[in-house]
């Protein structure tokens, strides 16, 4: 049993907790054990200027740590993201772009503001699970005023992480797990079984092809469980 008494293929309680918010057009709270990540989704009608008359959309994200969503204070980043945060923000637009069809958004983007209220590992893979619902929530509301024909929805994304942790492959690590791993993976897939991303690196220990399908397996497991939450949630919203 792991210090939280989960098996190693069990994943952390979820919930998520729409409209959260009352401005953003997408919201969500998502909390994953005592990791939770606040995602706004805003629509801007206004692309990047590379991407003006080209006729699509885009997606893109914002990712911060609040100073006292880890066990000491984090200051804030008032001269732009760090090395690390930006590197995370591509990868939740880069997760979230995957979701939606581009061409059927028009020329607009939805910006996703992902804040780490606090942080007990996996807090990126619980941005992009969240982050997900919030553009869902978004494209819904463009629909419902009439904005879109139709959301532009292809299918749910949702990503977790997974590890060995004294020997034994473990998926949805919390930080002191992930902290102490041998070997530490995030994975963002679709509902259909395709991978987005794998991010891995042997921390400690160098690691098998054998112990790489493992994991992928392991997490995609996950990820099912994920997305079958993602959609009761929003069809909850939908019937409420």
């Known amino acids: 049993m792991r210090p939280d008494g989960r098996r190693p293929d069990e994943l952390r309680p979820v919930r998520f907790t729409l409209n959260y918010t009352d401005y953003a057009e997408g919201s969500v709270l998502i909390e994953m054990g005592r990791t939770r990540v606040l995602c706004n989704a805003s629509v801007d009608e206004v692309v990047p200027a590379w991407l003006k008359g080209q006729g699509r959309g885009w997606i893109t994200a914002e990712y911060s740590l609040l100073p006292r969503s880890t066990h000491k204070r984090s200051p804030r980043e008032l001269m732009g993201p760090r090395g690390r945060t930006y590197e995370i923000q591509r ?5 979230l772009r995957a979701a939606v069809d581009l061409e059927r958004l028009g020329e607009r983007q939805i910006i996703v503001d992902c804040d780490v209220i606090q942080a007990d590992g996996g807090t ?3 941005a992009i699970t969240g982050g997900y619902i919030a553009v869902a929530l978004a494209l819904k509301r463009l629909v419902r005023n009439g904005v879109l024909a139709a959301s532009g929805l292809r299918m749910p994304v949702a990503a ?3 590890g060995i942790v004294e020997g034994e492959p473990r998926l949805d690590l919390t930080y002191d797990e992930d902290a102490n791993a041998d070997v530490d993976f995030n994975v963002v897939m679709t509902a259909s079984g395709e ?3 794998i991010q891995g690196t042997a921390e400690r220990r160098t690691f098998s092809r054998d112990m790489l399908y493992a994991l992928l397996s392991l997490a995609e497991s996950g990820i099912r469980t994920l997305v079958a939450q993602q959609q009761a ?3 909850a919203v939908d019937e409420g």
């Open 195 to 197: 991978f987005i991303e």
């Open 91 to 95: 990868l939740i637009g880069r997760s």
């Open 124 to 126: 990126r893979t619980a």
């Open 233 to 235: 949630a929003l069809r």
């Open 160 to 162: 977790v992480s997974v």
